[in-house]
């Protein structure tokens, strides 16, 4: 008899198959989805760290774990990576 805790995390295996399914195995920034993969949700609606601890309705995309951390530290906020991705640019020609 599975507890509450395995079925919360199998239906999280199976929210994130059908995402990578959904984007043709491609993650928002371009690049395959190799490995591990991570669950972005909306944190509007469950302020918790993990997806798999997410209501499941809130899920936005399957992601790279880097590119999923990479949002969540410029704040989500998309000028401050368009700014970055400029300076990148930049410095890194
Ligand atoms: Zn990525
Ligand atoms: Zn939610």
Redesign the pocket.
Known sequence: MPNAHDERQRQYVVRRAFLVLLQNGRCPCGDDLLGDVHID??HS??DVDRADR?????DRAAMHPGCNSTISRVQENPRRLMALARYLDRVAA
């Open positions: 949700h909306d609606c469950c997410a209501c499941g309705k809130c």
